[in-house]
């Protein structure tokens, strides 16, 4: 959504410079063509000058150039709460293989070798896009491995309250260049309409594929499933110690806050004549009752 906000800004810049060139070099403003670096006229290519000049030429009539762009997506094709997903006009998908090792004795294991395919639709800059990808790989490894929040139940006189049982970064688990594998890459470009020259989305889709394919790696080099992230040594160990070699929450519910969320509430589809509002809401409920 951005690049297309900036397509929008860059070509009204363009046609400010492109305006101020034509009365310079007195050709009409339709014939001028911008390209390896300079601005000329399509008729007769000799009549130009270099973009620096035509910038020139642009601020000595206009003062500083700037310019806005705005771009706001296709409105989503449902017309309830949750129907979309998220505001992008079109949607990147992304397909992982994880190696890893683990040794059967402690859990504890490691990840060598990483296979991360991404569909971007294009690729503006084939560089920074492999660098976005393999970016997300290290953030989905750590989500994977090691990254945590853990809270402190501290709830009183019936409020709600969680706190962070370790209040500080310092103490934050992150992958290191130790723990960083060695990542193949793979770009895939199937252009999509709405995306700026074709392009999708690249840097946050290949997180998604990491958390699920590091636990079943886990799970068919040792047999064992844990079924919540992030997937620690600790939890591997006290899988494979289980008689059902599982952990997570579908093993029991030790160690999980039991918070009390309310009451769900509850969204009729349209065609159950539902209009995007919760029936159950107390809002309405008390809004309907006046």
Known sequence: MTVNAAMQAAERAREIVARAVADKLEVPMGRLVFAESKVFDAQDPKVGMTFQEAICVAEAKNGTIGTVGSYAPPPSPAKFRGGGVGPSPSYSYSAAVVEVEVDPDTGVYRVPKVWMAHDIGRA??????MGQI???????????????????DRSHKGQRIFVHKIPSL??????????????VTYVVEDPD?????????????PLLPMMPAVANAVYDAVGVRVDEIP??????????????????????????????????????????GGDGRAKNDPKRTKKAAK
Request: charged share 25%; proline share 6%; glycine share 12%.
């Open 193 to 205: 309409k709405n995306g700026p020259f074709g392009a999708k989305e690249v840097g946050q889709g």
């Open 170 to 183: 310092l103490e934050y688990k992150s992958p290191t260049t130790l723990e960083m594998p060695d990542v």
């Open 231 to 272: 997937v620690s040594f600790e939890k591997v160990f006290a899988a494979m110690q289980a008689d059902d070699k599982r952990h997570g929450p579908s093993n029991g519910d030790d160690g999980v806050p039991n918070v009390d969320f309310g009451e769900s509430l509850e969204i009729e589809t349209p065609w159950q």
């Open 134 to 152: 393999e970016g997300s790989v290290y953030m989905g490894l750590g989500e994977a491995m090691m990254e945590e929040q853990v809270y402190r």
């Open 124 to 129: 503006l800059n084939a560089a920074i896009a």
